[in-house]
């Protein structure tokens, strides 16, 4: 849960500043002192970028009636629908949520390495 | 173990950096989905809070003096400046904020540079804008510009104004499309604002018929040609009125001319269109009988309020984010409002305290092609006056994204660019098929010019002088600018740099070789066709005919039908206190003269036809009982639409379709004489069938019913409004940012020209008065942005027919009604 919430933090606040592969440092380095294991550095980087990213996406989209997500779904090939934006939101947080995974189970991994020596 | 570890490791990085790669790439057409769907600099940043007032301040070391810029309640700006060089700072900053990848997209396409961002799908459009010498045309128009100190200090501050704009933005302010395309914006330069008005002449007046012509002159002979395409419609009712005199001297010009009907081989036009999606709004195929506008305006004496009242709507290829930009600028030497071209300085159409003025397309012919005779296959040197001259190449480098640029040559010859020598035409680029090889492009919008300085004049004219005075600089694309003040002073001209020409110069294909088939100068500005203050008490066009056959200089042989145009008038003649009520009636007038024609004549052939099936009589009856009105829920006007669409192919498509050599169909004003004057006439036989008239309007009607019913089931859902699905389509057609099928009337050819997603892209109506009172709506919003709540928030009144007052403001109070917000560009920090 600590896990979580650091890297719920840390990554909030890189990304306002670059771009967003910076997750990618900011969970191995959070993996590489905190989690306990490959699956859990896994899931906690997913869900942490999951989640952060999900919740920026609703609070912009709120606050803009959904006119753009609806629009996107759109785009992306959804059939018109009302709860579209959500699914859309959904959807956005996925390249995030992937790639932080692997790059905490990698983080993890990498302190297993040099932990040997 | 050790070993283990470090291989995983090695995987999970591996995959890691995969994936970032991966989602940090454009693939195909799918944007990159790390960078596109990340909350942080991704879409949605691009969507903006609905209820956002806040008022902001920049600082611009620019300016000479602060700025002040108030949004109203439709997101218009309205700027307060107090110097010229500030007010299009502003101008071009401001409109950059709405609309600039919009300006960035339209530019590139103009310069044929939709390769850099697009790659190499649209490698052929941009070879072909660059052959079409778009670029070459709006250097011309540049260099001109930049020689009026007016003009330079208008184009350059613009400019500037644009570039602080893109200089405050980072990636993830960036318009959603360059976030989808994965481009970045480039500095904006003067080039760019003279390539969209070029781009204006492209849309307007490109068109060209030189080759089908001459084909059909190869093919029939002098004789059927001149019969099928006169030289003056059967039915007119032109914009001066027939019978005015001229105050000049008639001396029309004295060159010899010999038009030699050279046969061109063209390849089949029916190949699958392969073409870039946005290559459908270009019109150097067949110039377009349809495209079009209105604009009127009528005397004191006839309106309600004793002033004048003007109205205008200009009908092009609608698309979001909309084609034009509403703004209001205020300085100590102008106060005017009316919409703009977003990348362009000054107000296109609109108003200010004194003067109204609108415009309507001039479809006169200033595009012409000359046969150039090459030396040799180098084609170093061609023919001309029997001697051999230079060829000068220009080498253009289009750039493709993600491969190598290619390189075209143009040759240049003292006519103008050969678009196309032969072996240099594509295979499967249907715009070119009208083009012929080893011809060179006279047109117009080559020659240098100065637009800018007419918007400029207008924007601050105060009477007829000064409207007359602006008109001079105004080369192209010609248009009738309709103008009234509160004088009481009402005019309409057809203006722009017309060519001096013999009668049909340019109807067909010319000879490079003989200096007689040149353009040898222009016809004198002041003596364009003008009226002022006419007796019949109002002024108007519909892109017909300017003037009657007593003209005495040639403008083309054809122009827009006269349909909406006889409409207008006849509405106009009946009208006395006028007001916003009857002029908007008018704008929405969907009465089709072209079926009060033609209608009665149909339906009594069809009258004695035992044979009907039973959709067909119900179809019959309903036209019968038709209001020839073309409202959005008849079900009449989708049957007579086909009808007449079958019955035109069916006369017309075994002789003119152009098989082995493109052709085209003879106009409708033609077609029409044809079905009421000439039913034996040997244009209704089919190959060696001997079909009358009465014969093909039978067969067209019922084939006609066959195609509505296969396509739209039962004759309940032909609601015209249905069948033509009227929407507005995103300017590259992403999908979901175009506007749902709208609920609209009209046709091509009624008063409320409205196709499937052509029609009026903005709707103007000023009363003139001691303060004027305007109206206007634009088929979209202001803002560019899909994810802004302005982006398409006008389109529901247009739709419904409606326009909304424009606020026309005096000072730049904050606390004014209707002011939702303020803008303010601040020289210094205070």
């Not at chain 2, 209001?627 to 192919?649: C, H």
């Not at chain 2, 001691?770 to 994810?787: E, L």
């Amino acid at each position: 849960m600590f896990l979580f919430l650091i890297i719920v933090v840390v990554a909030f606040i890189a990304q306002l500043i670059f771009p967003w592969w910076i997750i990618i440092p900011v969970v191995m380095i959070c993996c590489r002192f905190k989690a306990s294991s490959a699956a859990s550095a896994f899931l906690s980087s997913f869900l942490a970028i999951f989640t952060l990213w999900l919740l920026m996406s609703l609070f912009l989209s709120i606050q803009n009636d959904h006119i753009l997500a609806s629009r996107v779904g759109e785009m992306l090939g959804l059939r018109p629908a009302s709860y579209n934006w959500l699914l859309v939101a959904l959807m956005s947080t996925l390249p995030g949520a992937i790639t932080a995974g692997f790059a905490g189970a990698s983080g993890f991994l990498l302190r297993k390495f040099f932990s040997k020596y | 173990m050790k070993k283990t570890s470090l291989m995983k490791s090695v995987v999970f990085i591996a995959i890691t950096v995969g994936f970032a790669f991966l989602f940090n790439s454009k693939i195909g057409d799918i944007p990159p989905l790390g960078k596109f769907l990340n909350p942080f600099t991704g879409f949605w940043q691009n969507a903006e809070d609905v209820k956002d007032v806040i008022n902001r301040s920049f600082v611009q070391a620019e300016l000479q003096d602060s700025v002040q810029i108030l949004t109203d309640e439709q997101g218009i700006p309205h700027i307060f400046a107090q110097n010229e060089h500030d007010l299009y700072f502003a101008q071009g900053y401001i409109t950059a904020k709405d609309r600039l990848w919009q300006m960035d997209f339209q530019t590139r396409y103009a310069a044929g540079r939709l390769s850099e961002v697009v790659g190499k799908k649209a490698v052929e459009l941009d070879r072909y804008q660059r052959r079409m010498g778009m670029v070459y045309g709006a250097e011309a128009m540049l260099k001109e510009s930049l020689n009026d100190p007016k003009s330079k200090l208008i184009i350059e501050a613009y400019s500037a104004g644009i570039n602080a704009y893109i200089k405050e933005l980072s990636p993830r302010d960036y318009p959603i499309e360059f976030k989808i395309l994965n481009y970045k914006p480039e500095a904006w330069t003067p080039l760019n604002s003279a390539l969209l008005l070029k781009l204006m002449s492209a849309t307007l007046a490109r068109g060209t018929n030189e080759l089908a012509m001459n084909n059909i002159m190869a093919k029939y002979g002098a004789e059927v040609t001149d019969d099928l395409f006169p030289n003056y419609p059967f039915n007119e009712d032109p914009i001066i009125p027939a019978g005015t005199p001229w105050n000049f001297d008639q001396n029309a010009p004295k060159v010899s001319i010999s038009p030699s009907p050279l046969i061109a081989s063209v390849k089949n036009s029916n190949k699958a269109r392969k073409d870039f999606p946005l290559s459908s709004r270009l019109l150097t195929a067949a110039k377009e009988e349809n495209i079009g506008s209105n604009n009127w305006a009528i005397a004191g004496n006839r309106s309600a309020s004793g002033f004048p009242i003007l109205a205008n709507d200009p009908h092009l290829d609608l698309t979001l984010p909309s084609i034009w930009y509403q703004i209001q600028l205020h300085s100590p030497s102008m106060n005017v409002y009316g919409v703009s071209i977003p990348g362009a300085p000054n107000v296109i159409i609109g108003f200010n305290e004194d003067i109204a003025w609108g415009v309507t397309n001039v479809g006169s012919d200033v595009l012409d092609w000359y046969k150039i005779q090459f030396k040799d296959d180098t084609h170093r040197e061609y023919l001309y006056n029997n001697t051999w001259e230079k060829t000068s190449f220009k080498v253009e480098e289009i750039k493709i994204r993600g491969e190598k640029s290619v390189t075209d040559t143009v040759y240049y010859t003292l006519h103008g660019p050969v678009s196309y020598a032969k072996n240099q035409k594509p295979d499967e680029f249907n715009i070119a098929n009208n083009i012929p090889a080893d011809y060179a492009l006279k047109w117009v919008a080559h020659l240098p010019s100065n637009e800018l300085r007419t918007f400029y004049e207008l924007n601050k004219a105060k009477n007829y002088d000064d409207y007359r005075k602006a008109l001079v600089y105004f080369s192209a694309p010609a248009q009738n600018f309709v103008f009234a003040d509160r004088q009481g002073d009402i005019s309409i001209t057809s203006n722009g740099l017309f060519p001096l020409k013999e009668k049909r110069q340019g109807k067909f294909l010319l000879d490079g070789n003989d200096p007689g088939d040149e353009w040898v100068n222009r016809i004198p500005a002041e003596e364009n066709p003008t009226i002022k203050n006419p007796t019949r008490g109002y002024v108007s066009s519909a892109n017909q005919w300017p003037v009657d056959q007593s003209y005495p200089y040639y403008l083309g042989w054809e122009f827009g039908s006269y349909e909406r145009a006889h409409r207008i008038n006849t509405q106009l003649d009946a009208m006395h206190a006028a007001d916003l009520k009857s002029f908007e009636a008018l704008q929405n007038d969907n009465y089709s003269i072209l079926a009060e024609n033609i209608l009665d004549t149909l339906i009594h052939v069809l009258r004695t036809d035992e044979a009907l099936n039973a959709t067909e009589s119900e179809a019959f009856k309903l036209l019968e009982q038709w209001d020839r009105r073309y409202e959005a829920s008849s079900v009449a006007a989708s049957i007579f639409e086909a009808w007449y669409n079958t019955l035109n192919r069916m006369i017309w498509s075994d002789d003119f379709d152009g098989k082995e050599a493109i052709m085209r169909y003879p106009n409708r004003d033609r077609t029409v004489h044809l079905l009421l004057h000439e039913p034996t006439s040997r244009w209704f036989y089919n190959g060696s069938a001997k079909l009358t008239r009465d014969e093909v309007v039978r067969n067209s009607f019922k084939d006609a019913i066959g195609q509505l019913e296969k396509n739209y089931g039962d004759l309940a859902k032909w609601e015209w409004a249905m069948i033509k699905k009227t929407h507005v389509p995103h300017l590259a057609d992403i999908a979901g940012f175009g506007s749902r099928v709208l609920q609209v009337g009209g046709s091509k050819h009624t008063v409320n020209a409205m196709s499937e997603s052509n029609g009026p892209s903005w709707r103007m109506i000023v009363l003139m008065g001691p303060k004027p009172q305007a109206f206007g709506v634009i088929p979209g919003g202001q803002s560019g942005n899909p994810g802004s709540k302005f982006y398409d928030n006008q389109i529901s009144t247009w739709e419904k027919g409606e326009l909304n007052e424009l606020l026309f403001l005096e000072n730049s109070n904050l606390k004014q009604k209707g002011i939702i917000s303020q803008i303010e560009l601040k020289k210094t920090k205070n």
